[in-house]
């Protein structure tokens, strides 16, 4: 299974971007998707995830700016993130997982999101 990030770039303060993460097979049985970032010497932390059921939950740091969604017809997540800020800056890694047999924990290669102040 591959996971296949996209969209990063670099940006100035309130601008927006949209990341896309195309997986390689079926994205139905997933139990959740998920975005996480990392900044240079920081861990890499929960950004927003969505469920099977398209709930959705983010962090505090971005609710109101960031909208997670998936079309599960093109096994495809996406992150919509408007008023971008400076220390939005970061790597940002999709992720695909399932807690049900046959359990799975996927990860993407990343694509870098650099916001100018």
């Known amino acids: 299974v591959q996971l296949q990030a996209s969209g990063g770039g670099l940006v100035q303060a309130g601008g927006s971007l949209r990341l896309s993460c195309a997986v390689s097979r079926s994205i139905f049985s997933s139990d959740s998707m998920g975005w996480y970032r990392q900044a240079p010497g920081k861990e890499r932390d929960l950004v927003a995830i969505i469920f099977s059921d398209s709930s959705t939950n983010y962090a505090d740091s971005v609710k109101g700016r960031f909208t997670i969604s998936k079309d599960n017809a093109r096994n495809t997540m996406y992150l919509q993130m408007n008023s971008l800020k400076p220390e939005d800056t970061a790597v940002y890694y999709c992720?695909?997982?399932?807690?049900?047999?046959?359990?799975?924990?996927?990860w993407g290669q990343g694509t870098q999101v650099t916001v100018s102040s």
């Open positions: 992720n695909e997982r399932r807690s049900r047999s046959p359990p799975y924990n996927y």
